[in-house]
């Protein structure tokens, strides 16, 4: 590991006024579970990181008329233990608990979950220069893929580790984000990026913008959400496959849903064409088979990962079924 | 408790099993002396720690606790290739880096695996160290390798050691008993199955690393080891220093599992830098380090294929084994299928393929685990084969005798009492008398795994009992704690001997200036250790005995010794304390003892048996495991609750690494890509069910006086072949390979739908 020195802003607008141009020298930090992993793994080596922490202001989970706003900083253990997220979006409260340990949930913030780098073992060996940081191929594509993307990805197979996230872009969560032109508000949907855009980033953050908060939706009245993560080991294991529903339910059908899959490609990964085939019909085993079936005509397994398809299909099934 | 009342409340068909030997008057009668009384008060009992509430407060200390004055910190250049020529090694920018005290070039010609030592640094601090090994400069001239199995046995694969061919082919174990083709023919069924286990990395929790000062040509090495003597012995060749010069300290280890027996390379390196630098030096390997270059678990391919009549008779049993520990050699995997099983006629072939991987160290329990996982499976497969009752298939073949019941009778061997005790708790009755009868998505099945290993002392172990004139008491012995709680039983010996509380006992161990020890390694500790103090503590109490009779003016012998006093046994109110008793003392007195020969007209085992029930979700291939039911003969029992602990430990290990663990290399770059704990998955707590451990309570008079045997490997060996077993009950398919990780699981069941 190489030495950094460590800022400690008072304000956003110190952050947001660091020179873009200098991003190699600087890193942002949240609560610092994934940022000096890479760090002391020398996977990166800034001459600096930028703590938020210091910034007062920006962890809070606040309901307004709106839906309810949730502060980058807030952490996940807090955010696990609120009981209005527990009652009106269950998918996000149990995508919270899913999530690695206590001590890391207790560290680890909102919008860090969202910004981490991905696990790739390739991307994480120092001694490998994948195109994510800058050389010119991709380790997993012909390697050891069984934990990697079998949607979505074409020049770099990373999946999008987050827990956080599938759950919030299915509950339709925005982001607000401060930027030194003007703070801006986009779908969480919109917020990440496949490698085929920018393969060094999986998000559209510039290096001294901030993610500065997350704002959910009033849940509707019969609205119903989970987040069902499959995960290898008990605990303290990324999801080889996980799904977040939400939905109304009318009967044995959906009025609406949404699902959004994590573990399966680059980004978290929306299944739109399953939820359409999905939405006002009886909903059977045999019909959400069926969707998820149509979904994964897309998927493009490697050698060791095409045991997710059969997963996807088994925990999406599960998951929907658990809202009936 | 009568046998009877031993036996009662069980199943018919084991009681029936049971009475019908119990006629023959064989198995326990035969091959293990009556049981003698129980004579002791604390010995066997459950004792808390001595050390406990130093450890878990931190105030132990271990090797990476170490800092001396003037310390320098090492630290080791790696090879990145996992085959290549070092063509030159310039040291030079990294020496003048202010700071450098040592640097030291280690490698010239080839390097074989990726981790491979290839220069050294002592800094001021790590951070500097660190900076100086990106600043050597090495030409290396990358060469083709082989990191996998498969394709080092390709034809025309590069070779990993230049001396010899990737699969030597003359077999590294060949054995043979009885007629193996007039075995197969005798045989009413015959099926032949392969099974195939994944490198294992030992990862403990305390990762490798030493200490190493000069004063003039003495040197003190503190040493996360498994063995303080070997260690010293070999500084002592390596650097061309008397033994008599150098010291080896060890106080308190998080872990070794067989990866810290001998001497290793930092070691001798930080000794090497810390004669260059001539101030101490600390080399503490890292997580990264630890996945690579110090040892892991050999994989294996095994192909057994074996004959059994229609009533379960076994009679013929053939292994062939490729197993790979990377530049090191294969583990040998045969001695289960050689030993439990009584089998005639048999044929063993085990075959090293050489890697160009870090090389195998043993692994708790070293090819027994891989071995136990085969046999246990395919004896589990035969079962279903000719459609009887597992338990009931090993009954069928109980040896007496080792090699199969063709050798020497086993001084003990309480496994039928194992199997009746597990089979009880766990409920056996309760398995699906079809492998995969069950409905439903999520399927329940009940396995089960016999065990056998060595677990023998070493004679000619050392133990000192030094009493001071005030009656205070030590036991000395220079063997090494590796976390299973030698101090305590040393403790508990000492104190049951001499009628004193363990507590009231000084330990010291953990030193070459101590009385010899051997390594702790293949189970030996305890029954070197044990026999051994309790021999010099008999001494110490002889020699009491005669001081307090003069004191009290009776007779040596009628005097007995209790809670800490001497008292008449005549006359049980006159007594006297050891104080007392040794109020006339001037000097210190130290006795000696030695763990004494056996005979060897007996084989010395442990045996044991694993029960697991587990729970298979057949859309997502997960299998949790519900419960571990085992029962283990390793002679007396010295402390139940370390006991206990050996067996939590050993199954925590095995549930692991079924379900788990697996070094991944990658055939492109030829390095192991999960080199951390994340990536590299070991259970977690949430992993881990109820663990229910008994003892058979044996007791083992001939082959040591505390009638004890090993306990260290024995619960690690059975537990993944058990709950594979319990995976192929629920489902109905068998996986033959560990790790049994979903995706494997799936594939199997997408077998058995095909």
Redesign the interface.
């Known amino acids: 590991?190489k030495?950094f020195k460590i800022a400690e802003p008072q304000t956003l607008e110190q952050v947001i006024s660091l020179p873009a141009e200098e991003k190699d020298k600087f890193c942002l930090m949240a609560g610092g579970t994934d940022l000096l992993g890479e760090i002391k793994d020398e996977i990166i080596s800034p001459e600096f990181i930028v703590d938020l922490k210091t910034i007062p202001g920006l962890s809070y989970i606040q309901k307004d008329k709106d839906g309810v706003k949730i502060g980058a900083l807030t952490t996940v253990a807090e955010l696990a233990e609120n009981p209005l997220i527990k009652t009106d979006y269950p998918a996000l409260h149990q995508a919270a608990l899913a999530l690695a340990t206590p001590q890391l949930r207790n560290m680890g913030t909102v919008g860090g979950n969202l910004c981490q780098r991905p696990?790739c073992?390739?991307y994480?060996?120092p001694?490998?220069k994948c195109r994510k940081k800058g050389g010119s191929q991709c380790?997993a594509s012909?390697?050891?893929n069984?934990y990697h993307a079998i949607l979505g990805a074409r020049i770099c197979y990373i999946v999008h580790p987050s827990d956080l996230a599938p759950a919030l872009i299915s509950l339709d969560a925005e982001v607000t984000i401060s930027s030194p032109k003007k703070e801006k508000t986009i779908s969480l949907a919109d917020f990440f990026t496949l490698p085929q855009v920018n393969v060094r980033k999986e998000n559209i953050l510039e290096p001294n913008e901030v993610l500065r908060e997350l704002r959910i939706p009033q849940a509707k009245n019969g609205e119903k959400s989970t987040y069902l993560k499959?995960k290898?080991?008990?605990?303290?294991?990324f999801a080889?496959v996980s799904a977040a529903v939400k939905g109304t339910v009318s009967g044995r059908a959906f009025k609406d849903i949404r699902i959004t899959l994590g573990g399966v490609a680059p980004i978290p990964w929306r299944l739109k064409i399953a939820e359409d085939l999905i939405k006002g019909k009886k909903v059977t085993e045999n019909l959400l088979r069926q969707a998820a079936g149509e979904a994964l005509k897309e998927a493009r397994p490697l050698k060791?990962n095409g045991?997710k398809k059969?997963?996807i299909e088994?925990?999406l099934s599960r998951a929907v079924l658990s809202l009936m | 408790m009568s046998k009877r009342e031993y036996f009662k409340d069980t199943e018919d068909a084991t009681l029936l099993y049971y009475e019908e030997f119990k006629d023959k008057e064989t198995i326990l009668q035969q091959a293990t002396p009556e049981p003698e009384k129980e004579i002791f008060k604390i010995v066997g009992q459950y004792t808390p720690r001595i050390d406990g509430e130093k450890i878990v407060t931190g105030q132990a200390p271990y090797t990476h606790d170490i800092s001396l004055k003037g310390m320098l910190f090492g630290k080791i250049l790696r090879s990145?290739h996992a085959c290549a020529e070092v063509v030159s090694v310039d040291l030079s920018e990294a020496e003048s880096l202010p700071g450098v005290k040592a640097a030291l070039p280690l490698k010239k010609g080839r390097v074989n695996y990726a981790g491979e030592p290839v220069a050294a640094i002592a800094a001021t601090d790590e951070?500097i160290a660190?900076e100086a090994l990106r600043l050597i400069k090495v030409d290396y001239k990358p060469l083709p390798f082989a990191v996998t199995v498969e394709k080092a046995m390709e034809e025309g694969a590069p070779q990993v050691l230049e001396d010899r061919p990737n699969v030597p082919p003359k077999p590294f174990n060949d054995y043979s008993r009885g007629d193996i083709e007039k075995g197969f023919k005798e045989a009413d069924f015959i099926i032949e199955r392969t099974y195939k286990t994944a490198v294992e990395i030992h990862h403990t929790a305390e990762t490798h690393g030493s200490v190493a000062r000069w004063e003039g040509d003495r040197l003190t090495v503190w040493d996360s080891t498994q063995a303080i003597f070997s260690v010293r012995d070999g500084l002592a060749r390596w650097l061309r220093v008397p033994a008599s010069r150098v010291k080896v300290i060890k106080k308190y280890m998080g872990g070794g599992f067989g990866s810290k027996l001998g001497i290793n390379d930092y070691t001798v390196i930080a000794a090497m830098l810390a004669r260059e630098a001539r101030k101490p030096v600390k080399l503490i390997l890292s997580r990264e380090e630890n996945s690579i270059c110090v040892g892991n678990r050999p994989s294996s391919l095994q192909t057994i294929k074996g004959g059994v009549k229609k009533d379960g008779t076994l009679t013929a049993l053939y292994l062939k084994n490729y197993t790979s520990g990377g530049v090191g050699g294969g583990d040998r995997c045969a001695e289960p299928i050689i030993d439990v099983y009584k089998c005639p006629n048999m044929k063993v072939e085990e075959y090293t393929v050489y890697t160009n991987t870090g090389a195998s160290r043993p692994t708790r329990a070293p090819g027994h685990v891989q071995g136990t996982f085969a046999l246990e499976g395919f004896m589990e497969e035969l079962a279903a084969e000719i459609n009887v009752d597992p338990l009931e298939l090993r009954k069928k073949n109980y040896s007496t005798k080792n090699l199969g019941d063709t050798g020497i009778p086993y001084s003990s061997k309480g496994l039928d009492k194992c199997y009746q005790m597990g089979a009880e708790k766990i409920g056996w009755h309760r398995r699906n008398k079809k492998p995969g009868q069950g409905n439903g998505k999520v399927r329940r099945g009940l396995g089960m795994a016999s065990q056998i290993w060595w677990g023998t002392g070493r004679p000619g172990t050392l133990a000192d009992i030094k009493i001071h004139p005030d009656g205070s008491v030590e036991a000395i012995c220079g063997t090494q704690d590796l976390g299973t709680g030698t101090r305590t039983y040393m403790a508990v010996i000492t104190a049951e001997t001499l009628g004193l509380k363990p507590e009231d006992i000084t330990v010291k161990i953990g030193s070459t200036e101590y009385p010899w020890c051997g390594s702790s390694g293949g189970s030996t500790t305890t029954p070197s250790v044990a026999p051994a103090i309790r021999e010099a503590a008999l001494k110490a109490v002889e020699w009491l005995k005669q001081l307090a009779a003069s004191e009290m003016k009776i007779a040596p012998d009628a005097v007995i010794i209790d809670k800490g006093k001497f008292i008449n046994k005549d006359n049980p109110e006159q007594a006297i304390s050891f104080q007392d008793a040794l109020r006339r003392q001037r000097r210190e007195m130290v006795f000696h003892g030695e763990c004494g020969g056996r005979s060897s007209d007996y084989a010395y085992n442990t045996f044991g048996v694993h029960f697991a029930e587990v729970e298979v979700d057949t859309?997502?291939?997960?299998i949790k495991v519900l419960k571990v039911v085992t029962a283990h003969d390793s002679g007396r029992i010295m402390n139940r609750l370390t006991a206990e602990s050996q067996v939590i430990g050993g199954v925590t290990q095995g549930i692991s690494t079924a379900?788990?663990e697996e070094r991944?290399?990658?055939?492109?770059?030829g390095?192991v890509?999960?080199?951390?704990l994340?990536?590299y998955?070991i259970?977690?707590?949430?992993?881990i069910p109820e663990i229910i451990p008994l003892f058979v309570d044996i007791i083992e008079p001939r082959m040591n006086i505390m009638g004890t045997k090993g306990l260290g490997e024995p619960p690690r060996i059975p537990i993944s072949g058990a709950i594979a077993n319990a995976v192929f009950n629920a489902i109905g398919v068998p996986i033959r390979e560990i790790p049994m990780?979903?995706?494997k699981v799936?594939?199997a069941l997408k077998r058995k739908e095909g």
């Open positions: 590991m030495d696990r073992w390739y994480r060996d001694n490998m380790f012909n390697g050891r069984k499959f290898e080991r008990g605990t303290w294991d080889v060791d045991y059969e997963l088994v925990v | 990145p951070k660190e859309e997502t291939g997960q379900l788990f991944v290399v990658d055939e492109t770059t390095n890509v999960n080199r951390n994340r990536d998955k259970a977690t707590s949430m992993d990780t979903p995706d799936l594939e």
